[in-house]
């Protein structure tokens, strides 16, 4: 409920329809309770009507400014207000840089070793299904936990989702990569490099938005692991 109602303030603030509502106390109420009104329609299956919102409110907006403002908000949205949201692109990413056979991957980036023993040595870092279970479910908790953290933060409220996920997930493998077999560390970063040709080409606007996903992997940092303070 909480991450589909940031959703739709999010897409509303980069709509800009919200900085004139933000001078009012009473509109930015308004916006307040129909984005709650428009994320129960769309994720739960209470039957909500504006009524109900303009009860809520006891009496404050009317059934139908509830209507009208609905109306504003999703011109603004552009009406995407079913969009994969930042803990949709976490699994996406990782089911692309861990994906489901990660035996049969392991393998063939094996064989493309220049020395047998290279293939030798990095086979014993192969894990079983349980290990990779717990890699995968402590990259995504670590993810998970950056991009809700990021939800309380407004500078991030214009960034793209899929960027902020991206970088939650690059973060996450750079804070246990130590744990990390040399085999995983290798298909990860190969992943990574492929999946950032692919969003961010090497022109104008795709170097601006490596810059924007570096800058934002250290921000997320600082949510999760703040450096300590310096005393005296």
């Given at each position: 409920?909480?991450?589909?109602?940031?959703?739709l303030?999010?897409?509303?603030n980069?709509?800009?329809?919200?900085?004139?509502?933000?001078?009012?106390?009473?509109?930015?109420?308004?916006?307040?309770?129909?984005?709650?009104?428009?994320?129960?329609?769309?994720?739960?299956?209470?039957?909500?009507?504006?009524?109900?919102?303009?009860?809520?409110?006891?009496?404050?907006?009317?059934?139908?400014?509830?209507?009208?403002?609905?109306?504003?908000?999703?011109?603004a949205?552009?009406?995407?207000?079913?969009t994969?949201?930042?803990?949709?692109?976490?699994?996406?990413?990782?089911?692309?840089?861990?994906?489901?056979?990660?035996?049969?991957t392991?393998?063939?980036?094996?064989?493309?070793?220049?020395?047998?023993?290279?293939?030798?040595?990095?086979?014993?870092?192969?894990s079983?299904?349980?290990?990779?279970?717990?890699?995968?479910?402590?990259?995504?908790?670590?993810?998970?936990?950056?991009?809700?953290?990021?939800?309380?933060?407004?500078?991030?409220?214009?960034?793209?989702?899929?960027?902020?996920?991206?970088?939650?997930?690059?973060?996450?493998?750079?804070?246990?990569?130590?744990?990390?077999?040399?085999?995983?560390?290798?298909?990860?970063?190969?992943?990574?490099?492929?999946?950032?040709?692919?969003?961010?080409?090497?022109?104008?606007?795709?170097?601006?938005?490596?810059?924007?996903?570096?800058?934002?992997?250290?921000?997320?940092?600082?949510?999760?692991?703040?450096?300590?303070?310096?005393?005296?």
């Amino acid at each position: 409920g909480s991450a589909s109602l940031n959703s739709l303030e999010d897409g509303y603030n980069i709509a800009g329809v919200v900085v004139a509502a933000s001078q009012n106390r009473d509109e930015y109420q308004l916006v307040a309770l129909t984005a709650l009104f428009l994320a129960i329609k769309l994720f739960e299956r209470l039957n909500i009507q504006p009524e109900h919102v303009s009860y809520l409110s006891r009496g404050r907006y009317t059934s139908d400014e509830v209507i009208k403002m609905e109306m504003i908000m999703l011109a603004a949205l552009e009406w995407k207000v079913c969009t994969a949201d930042k803990a949709d692109y976490v699994d996406a990413f990782l089911n692309v840089m861990f994906p489901n056979k990660m035996n049969q991957t392991n393998i063939s980036l094996c064989w493309e070793e220049d020395e047998a023993d290279g293939c030798s040595s990095n086979s014993s870092n192969i894990s079983d299904n349980s290990n990779d279970d717990l890699l995968l479910s402590g990259l995504k908790d670590l993810a998970n936990l950056q991009i809700q953290l990021s939800d309380f933060e407004s500078s991030f409220s214009t960034q793209s989702q899929s960027l902020v996920a991206f970088a939650a997930v690059i973060n996450a493998f750079e804070m246990k990569k130590d744990k990390i077999s040399n085999v995983d560390q290798h298909m990860f970063l190969e992943s990574v490099q492929h999946l950032m040709k692919k969003m961010y080409p090497l022109n104008a606007g795709g170097k601006k938005k490596r810059e924007e996903l570096a800058k934002t992997v250290d921000r997320l940092r600082v949510l999760v692991d703040p450096p300590a303070s310096s005393h005296g």
